[in-house]
């Protein structure tokens, strides 16, 4: 074989390489795009939150958000079928942002709940996901904490559209828990600038739900505690 047939062998192989690359990609962004049109539905039931009538409505907003989280699942599962062993992260890019918002989704749903945090392991069970990268598909720790701070974000919303619709325990629950969550959050030394860049909000979340609290103590809307009943 001559040289030129040997360049000729060796470049076809790298158009190969490429061709097989692109195939991937496109399958990916496909099944991406499935996930990203549950996560718009999801993100459109959750919104009722805000509605006026909203408590009475919550009930039926979790059992449709939950159906839709189920949706998310098995395309997470297609998804990591996709994925070649032990290239994960390259080809993270294309679920990072709907790996966010729904680690959001499901903490949001969680607290509605239950007023708790919704760990790690809790949401990438609801995902159909590891959560050790050693395992394969998995969450990935900057992703569940981005989630978070964007449910910290939508909660300090919650706390202005509570106040505002009569709600006045919501936003002194909201508060000791957006407080809890900064607490937790200060024990991280951040290396990532996003990540980072994204806590510095937090700040402002919290400053704005305790302007709320505020607001309703020194109007006499504050509802009364077990505790503050024992000390009458």
Request: a negative charge; glycine letters at 4%.
């Amino acid at each position: 074989m001559t040289t030129e047939n040997k360049i000729v062998d060796l470049f076809a192989g790298f158009q190969k390489n490429l061709n097989e690359e692109q195939n991937l990609r496109e399958k990916i962004r496909d099944v991406i795009k499935e996930i990203e049109e549950v996560s718009r539905e999801l993100a459109t039931v959750l919104q009722g939150i805000h509605l006026e009538k909203s408590a009475t409505e919550v009930p039926q907003i979790l059992v449709k958000s939950k159906t839709l989280l189920s949706d998310a699942s098995k395309r997470f599962v297609e998804l990591s079928t996709i994925i070649p062993n032990g290239e994960y992260y390259k080809y993270h890019d294309h679920w990072r942002w709907v790996a966010q918002k729904l680690v959001f989704d499901i903490a949001l749903i969680q607290f509605l709940q239950d007023g708790e945090l919704a760990t790690k392991e809790f949401v990438a069970s609801q995902l159909n996901l590891k959560t050790d990268r050693l395992e394969g598909f998995h969450l990935d720790l900057e992703d569940y904490l981005h989630g978070l701070l964007q449910l910290a974000s939508e909660l300090s919303r919650l706390a202005v559209t509570s106040a505002t619709s009569g709600d006045y325990s919501k936003p002194l629950q909201i508060s000791q828990f957006v407080t809890e969550l900064n607490a937790g959050f200060r024990l991280i030394n951040f290396k990532n600038d996003s990540l980072r860049k994204h806590y510095d909000g937090l700040k402002y979340d919290l400053k704005k739900i305790e302007e709320v609290v505020y607001d309703i103590s020194i109007r006499g809307l504050k509802p009364s505690t077990n505790n503050d009943c024992d000390n009458v």
